[in-house]
């Protein structure tokens, strides 16, 4: 039997305009992909308007639609979005109606009823602290991102890329500007660096998946030049979100050099149980056989890994003299991979490891400061007040989770 779409117990979502149907038809396929090829959009009202959701391992897209209010939480396939799509291509706008797994677009041109569901599952939300902000018009944010990540034009396509690291760009935002960058370089081209003017809040770096930044601006886009608001937080977050009214997109962020190394050496201080927090500025302060080590992530000047860079005060107020440098030169000379140093009267032992390969990095860790410490007894009959002592007596403690807002 034919299902009566006028009748009370259908479910309205409303006449949807030829652009906002667009806009969700578009997000659907900039995210299916060839591994996404049923992936379609969730349907609900915020009691106001129909806001649509669209969302794969990669990216969340979140479109806010005109108004309508109903109940519960639909699914509709690419498909049906297609041909609802093409029902505005002579009108303005297509009403679907919802009844009993099926849904019904229709408009003056006619009519098309496919498979629709009501599910139960939940919208996707980012969690995460907006530490940087940029707020930059479309069409300059959009130029800069689609120059500074596109393919150069002597590839031929993204087939002939087979480098088994991921293709990043990484999106850079300093005072009054945001930074656009991809090395091309390792692949035989030409590096690119674009910028444009920002309103800025904060600074800091967060690196995407190449393909993922570029395709957003072929597939997404607004009418007129509104502000978007850029933000992320550079250090613990996961995506970087793009802000206007009525349409939000966050893109998973990929973890390379430094920011890869960084969640590395995290889960191995917890696998190995040792003491640490972590700085604003990314500084990990761990406590290791009773030294204070700094553990500080620095850019490979040679290649893209990143080097971990170790260093303890091993003595204070150190009173240089020869003797004293006498000593840290023996010490130099005997050490394998450390080395001492003197920096505003303190005495600093200190090491760089390459994360290149992070399986040995406890171990290293473990040596570093077990020599740190033998180096107290040592210069300690110099005449220089011992740190790691006054240091032993401190403790430090995994932080508390902060809290995250949307």
């Known amino acids: 039997m034919k299902k009566d779409f006028s009748s009370s117990s259908a479910t309205d979502f409303g006449d949807i305009s030829k652009s906002e149907i667009e806009r969700v038809r578009k997000a659907v396929e900039y995210l299916r992909g060839g591994e996404n090829r049923k992936l379609g959009a969730l349907l609900k009202s915020d009691e106001k308007n129909r806001v649509w959701q669209i969302s794969n391992d990669d990216a969340i897209i979140n479109v806010v639609g005109g108004e309508a209010t109903f109940g519960g939480t639909y699914y509709l396939g690419p498909q049906l979005l297609q041909n609802c799509q093409l029902l505005t291509q002579f009108s303005e706008f297509v009403n679907i109606k919802y009844q009993d797994g099926q849904a019904r677009g229709s408009n003056r041109i006619g009519s098309v009823m496919m498979k629709c569901e009501m ?106 030049d509104p502000e978007f608001t850029m933000r992320f937080d550079p250090l613990n977050g996961d995506y970087i979100e793009f802000v206007i009214d009525d349409l939000y997109v966050a893109l998973k962020r990929t973890l390379v050099g430094v920011d890869h190394a960084f969640e590395k050496i995290k889960k191995i201080l917890d696998k190995k149980d040792v003491n640490y927090v972590i700085g604003d500025s990314g500084v990990i302060a761990a406590h290791i056989n009773g030294v204070a080590t700094r ?112």
Not at 139 to 168: K, M, N, Q, V, Y
Request: charged fraction near 25%; proline fraction near 3%; include cysteine.
């Open 295 to 406: 553990i500080s992530l620095l850019k490979s000047d040679s290649d893209e890994n990143a080097i971990a860079r170790c260093t303890a005060v091993v003595l204070n107020d150190a009173r240089e003299s020869a003797s004293l440098l006498k000593e840290l030169n023996g010490f130099n000379k005997s050490f394998t991979a450390s080395r001492v140093w003197i920096d505003r009267s303190m005495v600093v032992v200190g090491c760089d490891v390459n994360c290149s390969n992070l399986f040995n990095f406890h171990n290293s860790l473990d040596k570093f400061t077990k020599e740190a410490g033998t180096l107290l007894g040592l210069l300690g009959a110099l005449g220089a007040e011992p740190a790691v002592t006054r240091i032993h007596k401190r403790t430090f403690t995994k932080p508390r989770t902060r809290a995250k807002v949307n």
């Open 119 to 224: 599910v139960s599952t939940e919208f996707m939300k980012v969690k995460q602290l907006p530490i940087v902000e940029a707020r930059i018009k479309y069409r300059a944010l959009f130029r800069a991102i689609d120059a500074g990540s596109d393919l150069p034009c002597d590839f031929g396509s993204d087939d002939e890329i087979t480098s088994d690291a991921p293709l990043t760009t990484s999106l850079i935002v300093e005072p009054g500007q945001l930074r656009v960058k991809t090395i091309w370089s390792r692949l035989g081209s030409d590096d690119v660096e674009t910028t444009c003017r920002a309103k800025t809040s904060g600074r800091g770096e967060i690196t995407i998946k190449s393909p993922l930044i570029n395709l957003f601006t072929s597939y997404i886009s607004t009418d007129g």
